[in-house]
């Protein structure tokens, strides 16, 4: 796969935001393995804005490093070598078969919900710079 990454700082946000729509939003992306995945224009802000303070969680600074990799979601969802997870759904405190984990990169995440046969809807994408979480998600059950 490619994972080509872009120069997001020499890009205004709304020519990020087109990326974006014209990437995710206006067909799905289809998995490796045939799922059809949906984006939606709102969850730009979600993906592509970190916090300033994590305890607010005020999502209020522009993610360049997130940015930077904005083509890698899609990969990630496509590559067949792709290291596939059942998601942890924290709530119940247990692995949940609706939410799929891929890791490709060593570190690169991209969750989403499966919310019917084939059908899903991206969650999040981000690095995973915490060593004991990454290696949680390596451990955790294979995603079928």
């Avoid at 990799?69 to 998601?87: F, H, N």
């Avoid at 989403?112 to 955790?140: C, G, H, P, Q, W």
């Amino acid at each position: 796969m490619a994972y080509r990454k872009i120069k997001p700082y020499n890009l205004t946000e709304a020519e990020l935001r087109k990326i974006w729509s014209d990437t995710y939003c206006n067909e799905p992306v289809i998995t490796f393995d045939k799922i059809e995945v949906q984006f939606y224009s709102n969850m730009f802000n979600h993906c592509f804005f970190e916090s300033d303070n994590r305890r607010r969680g005020d999502k209020s600074i522009l993610s360049y490093n997130r940015l930077e990799k904005i083509y890698w979601i899609k990969d990630a969802l496509e590559d067949p070598t792709s290291v596939v997870k059942k998601g942890w759904d924290s709530k119940t405190k247990s692995y949940d078969n609706s939410r799929r984990v891929t890791l490709v990169k060593e570190n690169y995440i991209v969750v989403i919900l499966i919310y019917r046969d084939k059908k899903a809807r991206f969650v999040t994408a981000y690095e995973m710079n915490d060593k004991e979480n990454l290696e949680k998600i390596r451990k955790s059950p294979d995603w079928k």
